[in-house]
T-cell receptor, first 112, second 112 residues
């Protein structure tokens, strides 16, 4: 069972466009992380959100954690070719073994 | 501070053989997790070690095993390799179980 659903699975846009990717679940997470992975490399941590409703900004990237801590979104403003990569969300499950669960990712291509 | 290192970076093995992959975590990190990444299945959790003890385990057959040493370095072993084991194997370290993951560059395993 996939606990974290990411959408869209693939996204191809032109440089300068805005985009939003989503990470949804029926489970509640104590925290949620976003990673970006470039081809041939390991994922790199972008941000961690902890509080329901929390919004964090990283330059042109805006991350939001849902009020109920079941979903999150990543918005990129004025996308650049350097934003190309696989964006993964990962949730830390509550009340148990503190296991980290990853979504399958959104593959973003920004064309110059 | 040096990042997570994995050796070897690339490996080609024949079906039926076994393989051992190595991971050195970030200094001070006591938790090491292993993941298998394939285009079809995404990032799948194999197991997590903390202070030489396996804390969490994914849904993989017993052919996949791991261990962690007293210096937090970890190894992963796959016995009786199958073609479907071809994948990128990623190691990640963190300061605590289930916390933010810092990934290595991965080992690309090809089984022929």
């Amino acid at each position: 069972t996939q606990l974290l659903e990411q959408s869209p699975q693939f996204l191809s846009i032109q440089e300068g466009e805005n985009l939003t990717v989503y990470c949804n679940s029926s489970s509640v997470f104590s925290s949620l992380q976003w990673y970006r992975q470039e081809p041939g490399e390991g994922p790199v941590l972008l941000v961690t959100v902890v509080t329901g409703g929390e919004v964090k900004k990283l330059k042109r990237l805006t991350f939001q954690f849902g009020d109920a801590r079941k979903d999150s979104s990543l918005h990129i403003t004025a996308a650049q070719p350097g934003d190309t990569g696989l964006y993964l969300c990962a949730g830390n499950t509550q009340g148990g073994s503190e296991k980290l669960v990853f979504g399958k990712g959104t593959k973003l291509t920004v064309n110059p | 501070k040096a990042g997570v290192t994995q050796t070897p970076r690339y490996l080609i093995k024949t079906r039926g053989q076994q393989v051992t992959l190595s991971c050195s975590p970030i200094s001070g990190h006591r938790s090491v997790s292993w993941y298998q990444q394939t285009p079809g299945q995404g990032l799948q959790f194999l197991f997590e070690y903390f202070s030489e003890t396996q804390r969490n385990k994914g849904n993989f057959p017993g052919r996949f095993s791991g261990r962690q040493f007293s210096n937090s370095r970890s190894e992963m072993n796959v016995s009786t390799l199958e073609l479907g084991d071809s994948a990128l194997y990623l190691c990640a370290s963190s300061s605590w179980v289930g916390y933010e993951q810092y990934f290595g560059p991965g080992t690309r395993l090809t089984v022929t």
